[in-house]
């Protein structure tokens, strides 16, 4: 919990697969100086096999090979299912916000102060950095130069964000139907109305290092059938009809969006 802030019931908890590593340990320890009781919450571990599912998780395997051309590699489901089972189990816990972080992030000398400005705010969803720059509608003043922003369109990546415990439920229980990398799920807010928005410039960044997360099927995975290639480009426009409408429905809420005109971040692969 944040000291002072009980009544919030928020915690924040660091997605680990090696909790004694030293990034982990200084992430725990930067959190800490800045007010925030962090808690490892163990990965699930990909690494040596395709880890099973629980509960109503379940494969969507005929929308994945039509969307991606290839299931998730087992590294890829083992992030998945961390992020949705560290939301689900949030949720169940009874916290009204979380923050979820990967390993291997460096938190900025604000990321404190502005994570407790926004839990007044009651959003669904905050990326504390991502990796794409979109188009966004800038909102609110948040602590210092940052500020809170509603991109247009997703903002890729799952290394640090907030979730409301509206949030927690609408992303749990979507994401059950498991057909694309969880960051991919969180940029199709639109089709489960997860409201998400951002931080300007970025409190959080990525170390630069090689990912453990496998991204190449394996080479006896299965390869698309005809009807899945066939079937590519319908389900791409339903995707983006799906998307126009919500931000029809929602255009008084993206009206007015813009490109940042500075640097958003110090990650490396933001662009």
Known sequence: MIEGSMSKNCTCWVISLNPASENTQKLIADLAAQGLNAEIFPAVDGRAGMPSLEGDERFLDDLAMVRHGKHLTASELGCYLSHLRAAKQAYDEGYQHICLMEEDVVIEPLFGDVYRSVL??????????????????????????????????????????????????????????IYEPIDKVMDHFFLFDLQVFAVEPHVAHELVHETSVQKAADTNDETPRLWHRLAFHPVKLWFSLRRHFYRFCHRGDFSGATLPSKKVGRTERVH
């Open 120 to 177: 007044d705010k009651e959003l669904d969803m905050v990326r504390m950095m991502s990796l794409r720059i979109r188009k966004r509608v800038v909102l609110d003043k948040l602590v210092g130069e940052h500020r809170l922003v509603r991109p247009v369109r997703g903002g890729l990546g799952a290394q640090a964000y907030v979730l409301n415990r509206a949030g927690m439920k609408k992303l749990f229980t979507y994401g059950q139907k």
